[in-house]
């Protein structure tokens, strides 16, 4: 099992920026971040696919969150940009083997999470 590592987050006011950081110990077809506000489900956020080396991102955040990697430190990092009250959340960074990776079932390994929270 890959252990995660997370780092980052914090608060900040709307349209501000943070930065969240995950180091991964093992290797695994994706790995990916998921959120979860109170009261809600786990929701997917962005993943990255070793095999072709692609990212995904949910509706949600695309145009305002990058996912980027750093192989050498094997660390996958989410920049996040125009914040808004609704990115909430604790981030979870997961790493699977499932080719489903926008389902949090697909992901076997979890990080312990890192909250984020966006006030108005």
């Known amino acids: 099992q890959v252990q995660l590592a997370e780092s980052g987050g914090g608060s900040v006011q709307a349209g501000g920026s943070l930065r969240v950081g995950c180091v991964a110990s093992g290797s695994s077809y994706a790995l990916g971040w998921f959120r979860q506000a109170p009261g809600k489900e786990r929701e997917f956020v962005a993943a990255?696919?070793?095999?072709?080396?692609?990212?995904r991102y949910s509706d949600s955040v695309r145009g305002r969150f990058t996912l980027s990697i750093d192989d050498a430190k094997r660390t996958v990092s989410l920049q996040m940009n125009f914040l808004k009250p609704e990115d909430t959340a604790v981030y979870y960074c997961a790493a699977g083997e499932s080719r489903t990776w926008w389902e949090s079932s697909a992901y076997d390994s979890w990080g312990q999470g890192t909250q984020v929270t966006v006030s108005s």
């Open positions: 990255f696919i070793w095999n072709g080396r692609s990212v």
